[in-house]
Structures are given as C-alpha cells and as structure tokens.
C-alpha cells in the first residue's frame, strides 16, 4: 500500500504553477530569451506586437511566462498583465546606453504599481556578448537598484542569443518563488 499511496499522492499535487511576466523595452531580447528558455530556435525573430505565452518545468514548478511587446504604443497595456505575477522579469538591452534612462523610467513605474508590490524582481542584464554592453553591477548602479527594499531583486548579466547567465538568473527565479507570500 506504501507505493499505492505515493502515487496517490503525486498524482494530487501537480507541481506548483507559477506566473513569470517578462517586460522591457522593444529591442531588449524577451523574444529571443523566452525562446532560448523554451529551447526552440532562436534564428528569427520579429518584434513582439502583443504577447507570447510559454509554459516550461523548473525546479518542481509550472513556469508560465508572458513576454509582452515592449513598443512605446504597447506599454500601456502592460498593466492588464500584471494580476497573479509572481515573478517579475525585466530585460535590458546593456548595449543601448542611448535608452538607460528610458527603461529606468519604465521600471521605476513598474516598481510603483500596486497589482506588482512586493513581487521579486530579476533585471536580465542582456546582450553581454557585445563589446558595447555595460557590465551588470555599472547597470545596477545607473537604475539606482540599491533603493529598492520592498522586494528581493537581482540582476543577472546574461545573453540570450549564446543563453551564457539565462540559467543562472532563472535558478534565483526558482529559489525566490518559495518565499513570495500569496
């Protein structure tokens, strides 16, 4: 009967399901990471006009991730996504100086939101294959990521199109879903 119960048991508690948004400027990489984390090919690419879904296993958890369009038009919209986040990633495109200030601004409004308050926060630093990029400490500091204390955050440099640093950032991901409280 020990055995019997066991599966019993696992068959009654599917894993944990978890809801990952993944915002960011147009042209940061959301596209090409989502798919990178969905091992699917990464080749072509088009920019996002509403919002791409993909559902993946991790760490005893069901990872839904929605990667919305990052255009100034879309933004707006970005709201409408934010019910039952349980993990907030934000990308950057670290090579795009021009923009710092730009998705600063855009996270910082994120940050304010009350649907969002208190939800851990993983900064992918990407785009760290280009000689261009700034490191993710130098990025860190320019975001003024050391005032946030109403939230566990981290920013992970990585590359989506080599993946170098995408498991890292989404192994803290997976430790920090555990203390998020409901």
Known sequence: MGLLS??????HSPDHEVRLLLLGLDN????????????????????TQGFNIKSMQASGFK????????????????????????VLIYVIDSS????????????????EEEKLAGVPLLIFANKQDLMTASPASELAESLNLHTIRDRMWQ???C???TAEGVQ???????????????
């Open 6 to 11: 066991i599966l019993r048991r696992l068959k």
């Open 28 to 47: 940061a990489g959301k596209t090409t990471l989502l798919k990178q984390l969905a091992a699917e090919d990464i080749s072509h690419i088009t920019p």
């Open 63 to 86: 990872l839904n991730v929605w990667d919305i369009g990052g255009q100034r038009k879309i933004r707006p919209y970005w709201r409408n996504y934010f019910d039952n986040t349980d």
């Open 96 to 111: 795009d100086r021009k923009r710092f200030e730009e998705t600063s601004l855009e996270l910082a409004e994120l940050l």
């Open 155 to 157: 920013v992970q440099a």
């Open 159 to 161: 590359s989506a199109l």
């Open 168 to 182: 890292d950032g989404m192994t803290w991901v997976c430790r920090n879903i555990k203390f998020r409280k409901k």
